[in-house]
T-cell receptor
Framework: ETGVTQSPTHLIKTRGQQVTLRCSSQ?????VSWYQQALGQGPQFIFQ???????GRGNFPPRFSGLQFPNYSSELNVNALELDDSALYLC???????????FGPGTRLTVL | KNEVEQSPQNLTAQEGEFITINCSYS?????LHWLQQHPGGGIVSLFM???GKKKHGRLIATINIQEKHSSLHITASHPRDSAVYIC?????????????FGEGTQLTVNP
């Protein structure tokens, strides 16, 4: 059974650029959630995808967007990067409902 | 006020000590999760519980639904237990899949 993977591990961008982060779900999971974790804080929910449709969104602007593919892998896209977007981005896969979530290792994004 | 509050924020212990981390929440939940995060970022799920008590090795998690409170206990602590421990809840109003997190407790166990 393959765990949750994310790419890239680290990324450095400049303000105004666009970035795409990728997540490969654990086998058999149909739901993927994305979280942003600023340094020293708990993760914040960005959005969730279930069967390729957005299934809930946190308090993030529209420049944060996502996709889920038929194989349940997922992308997080961030346009017009701002300095405050610097954070660890985590994805987690699960079965839908209040089930255990399995986290990827995260992508650390630095915006200069 | 955050929907999920943890205490303490930081905890330093000597090897062998019994450790307790507390979590209180103010919303309706379908489940509560205890997670462990090591330096570098990876998060591991330790427990998911909706009632009572669960035990895995030296770790014990309890939840009191009426009081909206949960505790994570570590018996015979060891330096390898040093990590950030995070309490998170699955909100009942969102069908349970998304998590709302506490700020985490940084645990350091000294040899």
């Amino acid at each position: 059974e393959t765990g949750v993977t994310q790419s890239p591990t680290h990324l450095i961008k400049t303000r105004g650029q666009q970035v795409t982060l990728r997540c490969s779900s654990q086998s058999g999971h149909n739901t993927v959630s994305w979280y942003q974790q600023a340094l020293g804080q708990g993760p914040q929910f960005i959005f969730q995808y279930y069967r390729e449709e957005e299934n809930g969104r946190g308090n993030f602007p529209p420049r944060f967007s996502g996709l889920q593919f038929p194989n349940y892998s997922s992308e997080l896209n961030v346009n017009a990067l701002e300095l405050d977007d610097s954070a660890l981005y985590l994805c987690a896969s699960s079965q839908t409902g209040p089930n255990e979530q399995f986290f990827g290792p995260g992508t650390r994004l630095t915006v200069l | 006020k955050n929907e999920v509050e943890q205490s303490p924020q930081n905890l330093t212990a000597q090897e062998g000590e019994f450790i307790t981390i507390n979590c209180s929440y103010s919303v309706g939940i379908s489940a509560l999760h205890w997670l462990q995060q090591h330096p570098g970022g990876g998060i591991v799920s330790l427990f998911m519980l909706s009632s009572g008590k669960k035990k895995h090795g030296r770790l014990i998690a309890t939840i009191n639904i009426q009081e909206k409170h949960s505790s994570l206990h570590i018996t015979a602590s060891h330096p390898r237990d040093s990590a950030v421990y995070i309490c998170a809840v699955s909100l009942m109003e969102t069908s349970g899949s998304r998590l709302t997190f506490g700020e985490g407790t940084q645990l350091t166990v000294n040899p």
